[in-house]
């Protein structure tokens, strides 16, 4: 889709005022967290408003899928390449994906509208992980829920890329460790538990952060992180693919430690990452292929 398309497109969203978000599927407590449907508005639960150095600073970008209208988070790692979770990139054509930068979606979209097309990009490439989906989708069993976009361009001035955390550091990551989370997704989200529909959804398209959130255990693998989220404070629909951060004992510094895979559907229980230090080689060698 060219430039001109999409903004016919956000145009359209902004009229009506809605980011799509997506009704868990009663028949199944485990949900990825993805935005994508009916629902109207999506944000971290129990968190703040993050401010754009915030998001500047650690790389933080959302995903709008316009084959489903359904939005997720994702980190930069390169200079045109975004770090996010597998079930995110379902499209059909790399094309589809496109990457904003920003606060608040609203706000990119009324940019767009007043000609100002800076703040979004479109994406040319994208890699899933090979065995994404082979689990059980289960809470306690890996999913390869992980994947890499390219997009067209480079991003605005001011981003960087995000610190990323090596199997090194996955020594400080153990049952009763904090974590920070951030995403796009909603901060307000309940449904009916005799028909499965949605009663409350609310707090679409803005970035924010939640800090203190406990690690309940880690795959022997490396590769899945489940969080505890029975405090009313954690991730939900549309903070999929959006990153943990943990924080190095010694050097003080926060690392990406995951990116949100799935948990249950009301959001208020656990939730499970695909730990990123699991698959250090696997962004290496798909990072290459994609520069490429």
């Given amino acids: ?16 005022a809605v980011l799509a978000s997506c009704a868990p599927d009663s028949n199944n407590d485990v949900q990825s967290y993805q935005n994508s449907g009916e629902l109207e508005q999506a944000s971290i639960v129990g968190g703040i408003s993050a401010t754009l150095s915030y998001a500047q600073q650690n790389g933080i970008v959302g995903i709008y899928d316009q084959s489903i209208g359904g939005t997720c988070t994702g980190s930069l790692i390169g200079p045109n390449l975004v770090l996010t979770a597998a ?3 379902k499209a059909k054509s790399p094309e589809s994906l496109v990457i904003f ?6 706000e ?3 940019q767009s509208r007043n000609g100002d097309r800076s703040n979004f990009r479109i994406a040319t490439k994208t890699v899933r992980h090979e065995h994404y989906g082979s689990g059980e989708n289960r809470l306690d069993i890996s999913n390869n829920d992980i994947a890499l976009i390219q ?4 991003a605005p001035a001011g981003f960087q890329l995000a610190r990323m955390a090596s199997t090194q550091l996955s020594h400080a990551l153990h049952a009763g460790s904090e974590v920070s989370l951030a995403g796009y997704g909603l ?4 449904k009916s538990p005799l028909t499965g529909k949605t009663l409350m959804s609310e707090g679409s398209g803005t970035l924010r952060k939640v800090d203190n959130i406990k690690v309940l255990s880690l795959l022997d693998s490396g590769e899945e992180v489940t969080f505890d989220q029975s405090q009313g404070r954690g991730a939900c629909h549309g903070d999929s ?6 924080t190095d004992p010694a050097s003080k510094t926060s690392f990406v430690i995951g990116v949100t895979s799935r948990g249950n559907g009301n959001c208020d229980r656990v939730v499970v990452y695909t730990a990123i230090m699991g698959y250090e080689q696997w962004i290496a060698e798909k990072t290459a292929a994609l520069m490429q």
């Fill in 101 to 106: 930068f920003g606060t608040e979606f609203r």
């Fill in 108 to 110: 990119v979209v009324k």
């Fill in 187 to 190: 901060n307000q989200f309940k």
């Fill in 87 to 89: 079930h995110c990139v």
């Fill in 151 to 154: 997009f067209k361009g480079t």
């Fill in 241 to 246: 693919g959006g990153p943990a951060y943990m």
């Fill in 1 to 16: 889709m060219n430039a001109t398309a999409f903004l016919k497109l956000m145009l359209g969203m902004s009229l009506l």
